[in-house]
């Protein structure tokens, strides 16, 4: 099971930061590929960033690189995504996922190799 917390308000001036992080019980995600993703109002649920479980590759959409950052704290079991720069149009709810399957590591952004999902945190971010 996931618990998705906003590290911050959740909502957030155009040009700001804020952190989300996700939480596992039950199981620990340090070898399990994560993703983070998000669906806005009237959008498909897309991937912004994962990482590998088994040696902390990255990566990420395009509309997330050079802004958003994916880590994880094994010790605390808990996959965090820093995001900076903000936009209008990042705002979305946002979730995080898992799986132990062993894929190549830039698919962990695909939301169909994920098995276990979060509840997801709302961002919303001001023009």
């Known amino acids: 099971m996931f618990s998705c917390r906003r590290l911050g308000g959740g909502l957030v001036q155009a040009g700001g930061s804020l952190t989300i992080a996700c939480a596992a019980s039950?199981?620990?995600?340090?070898?399990?590929?994560i993703g983070w993703f998000r669906q806005a109002q009237g959008k498909e649920r897309e991937g912004v960033a994962c990482?590998?479980?088994?040696?902390?590759?990255?990566a990420y959409a395009e509309s997330a690189k050079g802004r958003f950052t994916i880590s994880r704290d094994n010790a605390k079991n808990t996959v965090y995504l820093r995001m900076n720069a903000l936009k209008p149009e990042d705002t979305a709810y946002y979730y995080c996922?898992?799986?132990?399957?062993?894929?190549?590591?830039?698919?962990?952004?695909?939301?169909?190799?994920?098995?276990?999902w979060g509840k997801g945190t709302q961002v919303t971010v001001s023009s």
């Open positions: 039950g199981f620990t995600l340090d070898s399990y590929g």
């Open positions: 990482i590998s479980g088994s040696d902390g590759s990255t």
């Open positions: 996922a898992a799986t132990a399957s062993i894929v190549y590591y830039t698919d962990y952004i695909y939301p169909e190799v994920m098995d276990y």
